[in-house]
């Protein structure tokens, strides 16, 4: 039997399946008997030393769990600096831990979350405490080293996939006399991943999305609009992807919202009707568009699942690490066939993962810049396939779970933050 | 058998079921061997003798047809007015519909297409030409006469509670240091029907969304913002739901994107981004946006059965009493039991339909104005019921069709338009 608890923390943007993680990592720490204990808003609630029992949560709770978007626990966006800047922090860490005899620290999250595993992992070995550290892999947004994919990106990119094959549907049948173009926006600040599994939708010039619009390459203004006026032309109507964080050839994004997050990261939305604005005022055509920011990553109703299992699978995975003494080390996807689709779980050391971003290959993007190209479709198809399980209520909608999240006793002084 | 053919034409925005509803007639016009025809474009291509032939499509299409999004066979935004003003486009429906034997039009449509449908029934008569004139009723804003709800309103309420439901869950997860509040945008330009069907999202105050904000109850910014804040500061967080057509007490749309459409309304758009951005700038506080426009319409992974009943249901009917030779009538929903929820169809005479709005009753909207009532939630709660059958494909995405959409060879001089 293992000794000592595992706490689980959830950390940045949360993602239709960061709950099956959790649901995978409560219930293979239940099957050897090791308690969990999970920060109350990520690190924030570690710090404060609010830590959720989830021994009092049930088998049914924890099962339902696994089918609930956002993150159960609660996350945060907290980044710790370097262990100089930022030793109190570390320290603070590594008593709750101790003062709650806790072995085993999983952190679930993307680059930031990683990093601050493995800086934690260093500081408890500094101070001969017995923690083993592991990253656990979580972000929509696709960009994690190492890993072939990030649970939480194949079920935002069914959803957008899906929802502009819907829309298209739509848009197409208006055309004659009404919408001839359809903007839609999605998340991905640095990198198309999302944009590109739009990319899903359809296959062939005249198949929508007919445009998408990278954060990897330039806008230009003009080319984007002579495209949109030629497919238009062509096929009557014209649906465009436009990722929130598409930049001009001088590197400003094309549309700030204006703010900052706790990471300093520049808060962005609105491209989406800023470019059909443009398209509306220089071309003359009438154009909707959407934005479904937070809809698209919490939409666990169209949850792929193929994503479902990954996020199950990480979970386990990083149980049997930790229960293994496998520290500082990440579980990552790694592919071994496309067709039939194939993967195992490998353990990918925090070093190689902690502050590297994973950018789209080059040669996923099609010459013209406005597609995704057939490696592009080959490496994404499979993330999206299969309908993960879902129960849906009497009253129509997901039967999703609110855990009771008791609070054990706190052990230490106040910490302030 | 019956007589002659059958002329189906789809009208106005589309839904996530108005294929259901034609699925349904072709389905029931087959089986008594009755030809349909369908506009192409709708009311346009009837004008324009561009009639699609249904004939030519195959029954596993026709299947698939009820579930895909979108109008099969085009659909427009194109009014025809009273008689007097465009004789000549009646006058012309009723030569195409002679040149091919079209003894039954069935009109697929809103305020506006019942009223269609009954001027068609009427110049028919005085033209002593043999043709029987149904309006099958289809909108998601849920505003037409007599029928007790509209096919394609359920999925949409269907989609927007679960959207509400689910980025709440998410906002709830972040909410500790990260966004506060979350502002999604809904269609209604008149009536807050969508809205007020997002909240049956949760029940309670303390349950999103917090705030419904309908087109019905004017905007008062200062108490929208201070009941915001009470939110934010009881609950940690808040979600607002709010309709496109929200207004200033002077009559004004708080957002209004610019342009006009074909009927002459105004296009609207942008009241989300508006209201984050007062949020974000008058209490200081991060907030989020969406704005799923098309998404909400078009949503058929998400369907509500009982909508889907309702849309095939209004189809069958709209076939049965044609071939009863029932003229200018409108297959109506009618609910005989709210628990358990029980419906018929009954025949509605167009003449009380045609340009007749149905509005949110006053007792539906809460007495502070954001959120709806016990009433409100016991009429909207069985439309959601129920997921409408959806097949996916081995690619994950849902197995839309693409009908052939052969024409018939033209019989008239063209009518330029």
């Not at 964080?245 to 919202?257: I, K, S, W």
Request: hydrophobic share 40%.
């Amino acid at each position: 039997m293992a000794q000592g608890k595992l706490l689980y923390a959830q950390s940045g943007g949360v993602t239709a399946v960061i709950n099956a993680t959790a649901a995978a990592v409560i219930e293979a720490a239940r099957a050897v008997k090791l308690p969990v204990l999970a920060g109350q808003n990520g690190i924030v609630g570690v710090l404060r030393e609010e830590l959720i029992d989830t021994r009092k949560e049930s088998a049914a709770d924890i099962r339902r769990l696994a089918q609930t978007p956002g993150g159960a626990f609660g996350s945060c966006r907290f980044k710790l600096k370097d262990i100089d800047t930022d030793r109190a922090h570390y320290e603070r860490l590594i008593d709750v831990c101790r003062a709650h005899d806790v072995r085993y620290f999983l952190y679930n999250g993307g680059n930031d979350s990683a990093d601050t595993a493995l800086k934690v992992s260093q500081l408890a070995k500094e101070f001969d405490y017995p923690l083993t550290c592991i990253g656990v892999p979580k972000t929509v947004d696709n960009d994690l080293a190492v890993t072939d994919c990030c649970p939480g990106f194949g079920s935002v990119a069914k959803y957008t996939a899906t929802s502009v094959l819907e829309a298209s549907y739509d848009v197409a049948a208006m055309a004659e006399s009404s919408t001839k173009v359809f903007v839609m926006e999605v998340m991905g600040r640095h990198a198309g991943w999302i944009a590109a599994a739009a990319g899903l939708a359809g296959n062939g010039k005249d198949e929508p999305p007919h445009l998408i619009l990278f954060p990897e390459v330039p806008y230009e203004e003009k080319a984007v609009l002579a495209e949109i006026q030629r497919v238009v032309d062509r096929v009557g109507w014209c649906t465009v992807v436009v990722s929130e964080g598409l930049r001009h050839p001088d590197g400003r994004f094309v549309a700030e919202a204006g703010g900052k997050d706790a990471f300093g990261h520049v808060q962005l939305g609105g491209v989406g009707p800023t470019l059909a604005g443009t398209i509306t005022s220089k071309l003359g055509l009438k154009t909707h568009w959407a934005v479904p920011d937070y809809l698209q990553r919490s939409a666990r109703h169209i949850a792929s699942q193929t994503d479902y299992d990954h996020a199950r699978a990480v979970g386990e995975a990083a149980v049997a690490l930790a229960l293994a003494g496998k520290n500082a080390v990440m579980p990552a996807i790694k592919r071994t066939s496309d067709q039939p689709y194939r993967w195992m779980i490998e353990p990918a050391p925090l070093k190689k993962v902690a502050n590297h971003e994973k950018k789209m290959p080059k040669g996923y993007i099609r010459r013209d810049g406005f597609g995704i190209t057939d490696s592009c479709r080959r490496y994404l198809a499979p993330l999206i396939r299969g309908e993960a399980p879902l129960e849906y209520g009497r009253d129509g909608l997901p039967k999703f779970v609110k855990l009771r999240r008791l609070l054990v006793a706190k052990k230490l002084p106040d910490y302030p933050l």
